[in-house]
């Protein structure tokens, strides 16, 4: 993860700092995201099984916290990134707002699923219809 201490709490210039001219965009996670998405990578990567337990835990640490400084990493949070890239047209601009509601429905009941699954789990209730 790259040091953010350059920022400062009110930069919100169109000169991305994380860009550096190169050619991947950046999406910061937090350490606690950071640690679950290795997580599920490895187990992909190893093929083993169940993922849809260590599938949720990602989702819900990508809803339950933030990157240090959020306020200052516009555009480059995992949840930012995702809907822009889902929305993004091919010739670089993005699809009109109201054409966006269905992406912002599933998205908030992935994070209701999640949240009501992680609640049920600790209650002891193990099995969740998926």
């Known amino acids: 993860m790259e040091d953010d201490s350059d920022l400062e709490a009110d930069d919100w210039s169109d000169n991305d700092k994380h860009l550096d001219g190169g050619t991947e965009y950046p999406i910061l996670l937090s ?3 950071s640690h679950a998405a290795s997580k599920l990578l490895a187990m992909l990567e190893c093929q083993h ?3 849809l337990p260590t599938f949720h835990d990602l989702v819900l640490v990508i809803f339950t916290t933030q990157i240090e400084k959020a306020e200052t990493q516009q555009f480059h949070t ?3 990134a995702t809907l822009m890239a889902l929305n993004l047209r091919q010739d670089g601009s993005f699809r009109p707002t109201v054409n966006m509601t269905l992406d912002f429905s599933k998205l908030q009941y992935v994070v209701l699923f999640s949240i009501l699954k992680q609640a049920l789990l600790r209650q002891g209730i193990q099995e969740v219809s998926e």
């Open 49 to 51: 099984s169940p993922l």
């Open 78 to 80: 995992v949840i930012e």
């Open 31 to 33: 350490s606690e995201q």
